[in-house]
């Protein structure tokens, strides 16, 4: 299978990045004003802002097949982060219409490539069951002992 046409993202394609990550997030409570938020926030960092970094498939002119969105985060040096750098891949998505052609390997290789390159000592993602093939076979592993403390949504508490 010829390896997918792989590109970085542009602010011009805000619109499908947030169609492709509404999918990912099936199910979550997503609001009209985070939509617009983060459509917002791609089209003025995307090519801005070298934090922020994103590969995407087209699947014709005007709509993605797939993409995968990661930020360059600044911390402290470290035995894993000799630079201080370290990437997270934030989203990997594929246009049901679209899978199984290798599309999610082709734009997280070009986004892993692209953390690398920004200096990234380590990279990290959370992987769903269904993606965690992909990303053993490109050098992934579980990491334990990781938790999360996130704000609590306004609105009533039982």
């Known amino acids: 299978m010829p390896t997918p046409p ?3 993202a542009a602010p011009g394609d805000a619109d499908e990045l947030l169609r492709l990550r509404v999918a990912v997030l099936d199910g ?6 985070w939509r617009s938020t983060f459509r ?3 089209r003025a960092r995307l090519g801005t802002d070298p934090s922020l970094l994103a590969y995407v498939v087209p699947a014709d002119e005007h709509t993605l097949a797939s ?5 360059v985060y600044r911390g402290y040096l470290g035995p894993t982060h000799p630079t ?3 990437g997270r891949i934030h989203t990997v998505a594929t246009d049901p219409a679209h899978r199984r052609r ?6 997280t290789t070009a986004l892993i490539d692209a953390l690398k390159a920004a200096g990234c ?4 993602l959370r992987a769903t069951e269904a993606g965690a093939p992909l990303y053993h076979t490109l050098g992934f592993a579980p990491l334990d002992g990781y938790m999360a403390l996130r704000p609590t949504p306004p609105g009533p508490r039982h």
């Open 67 to 71: 993409c995968a969105l990661g930020i």
């Open 40 to 42: 917002d926030d791609m």
């Open 102 to 107: 290798g599309h999610a390997r082709a734009v």
């Open 84 to 86: 201080g750098l370290w």
């Open 6 to 8: 792989v590109r970085p």
């Open 121 to 124: 000592g380590s990279i990290e």
């Open 28 to 33: 979550a409570r997503l609001t009209d004003a």
